[in-house]
């Protein structure tokens, strides 16, 4: 039976953001596939503290020795490359792989690739690797930095395009999350690239009617974004949804949960208080998943207001299979093109005409979608072309 050892930079066992979840999702199907799946972990306790596993290689210890310590936008590659660069994480780092004996090897995002580069170099015959790509990285680098201001910008992202092409290069296989992607993906290599778009889980919340989190009550009308603290969310919110919260009505709300609230709260703070934000938004910060089905159940709508970003939306999934009406952009339906013209789905890339859906979302009507929209949603479904993928390399 085909063992396969999957690399995150993350812990996934109880996932929350958006990476996480495609990663526990990846594994669990492919594990009822029939595959062995290990999962190995890296990263900095510090920064997952209530993540529910340990690491397998703890990168605490080591980020004083990490380049660009003042730019946050990248930590993720110049964290991780210490499992490369400093000798006490590489060799746990290497002792880990080599008790798991697997297959293949899987890598979730490109950066713990040098890592693995510098394991591999020291063998004859090594498994074989698979990359699960979520985004181009270097463009969405290279959009959250010029949007920080950040000196040095193309030199860093230089670096970061260099690292995926080597990685797509030398990887027996690769996915990609939309054909966009897939198609910069595949010129940069003469292996497969499959495309396995985001899904998500279907939800049974219709016990759940009126059950509502402090301080929403049942008489108010709400629409609903979800989304993490990275840069494309509380940008793309700032821009699209801010604007519109002056043509809301008595009792009608825009509820945000996940941490994206926080950066939405500071920077409310900042520019002083916002007469239209003080009781029309409601800002939940993260929930659990039991207030988060609350949310989906009693919500009139859902906003998906991403402006620019790569990969395709996670959230999109989840709001297409709710049935609820959706207000969202062009660029957050990346990868889900076809369902931009579903009954209650309203596209609109300029603030006003954005504004004009939400009012259009609030007198709309959820309707479930049907059974076949619903299974080409589903994990199961959209992560088939990477098992299939493991299945050509493993044979």
């Not at 009822?32 to 290990?38: A, H, K, M, T």
């Not at 394991?119 to 699960?132: C, E, I, Q």
């Not at 670096?159 to 595949?186: F, P």
């Not at 998943?289 to 990969?311: F, K, Q, R, S, V």
Request: proline fraction near 6%; hydrophobic fraction near 40%.
């Amino acid at each position: 039976m085909t063992k396969i050892l999957q690399l995150t930079t993350y812990p996934t066992r109880y996932p929350r953001h958006g990476g996480q979840l495609r990663a526990h999702h990846t594994a669990r199907v492919l594990e009822e596939s029939g595959y062995i799946l290990d999962r190995m972990p890296v990263f900095s306790q510090s920064l997952y503290p209530r993540g529910g596993e340990d690491p397998a290689v703890d990168l605490d210890q080591a980020r004083t020795k990490r380049r660009f310590r003042d730019t946050w936008q990248v930590m993720d590659l110049t964290t991780c490359e210490l499992a490369a660069v400093d000798n006490t994480c590489f060799q746990k780092f290497a002792d880990r792989i080599q008790a798991s004996d697997a297959d293949i090897l899987m890598l979730e995002e490109p950066w713990l690739w040098p890592a693995v580069w510098r394991w591999r170099d020291s063998l004859s015959a090594p498994p074989p690797v698979v990359y699960n790509a979520y985004n181009i990285e270097y463009r969405a680098k290279a959009a959250m930095l010029v949007e920080a201001k950040v000196s040095g910008a193309d030199d860093i992202c230089a670096d970061v395009e260099a690292l995926e092409r080597d990685l797509t290069q030398c990887a027996a296989g690769s996915s990609a999350t939309t054909a966009e992607d897939a198609a910069t993906m595949q010129a940069w290599t003469e292996n497969r690239v499959v495309v396995a778009r985001n899904g998500t889980i279907l939800r049974k919340v219709e016990h759940l009617h009126h059950i509502l989190p402090v301080p929403l009550e049942p008489c108010q009308k709400f629409l609903l974004f979800v989304g993490s603290g990275q840069p494309p969310n509380f940008t793309g919110f700032w821009d699209m949804v801010i604007p519109a919260l002056s043509t809301l009505r008595a009792g009608e709300r825009i509820v945000v949960a996940g941490s994206v609230s926080q950066l939405i709260e500071s920077r409310i703070e900042k520019d002083g208080p916002l007469c239209m934000a003080r009781d029309r938004l409601i800002l939940l910060g993260q929930v659990n998943d039991l207030t988060l089905e609350c949310l989906l159940c009693n919500a009139a709508g859902i906003l998906l207001p991403i402006t620019y970003g790569g990969g395709s939306n996670l959230k999109t999934a989840e709001a297409l299979i709710s049935g609820l009406p959706i207000v969202g952009t062009t660029h957050a339906f990346r990868g889900f093109e076809e369902y931009k013209s579903l009954p209650a789905v309203t596209i609109e890339d300029d603030p006003t005409a954005f504004a004009v859906g939400i009012r259009r979302a609030f007198n709309s009507k959820a309707s479930p979608r049907a059974i076949h929209l619903q299974k080409q949603l589903l994990w199961e479904s959209t992560l088939q072309p990477i098992v299939d993928l493991v299945s050509t390399i493993a044979s």
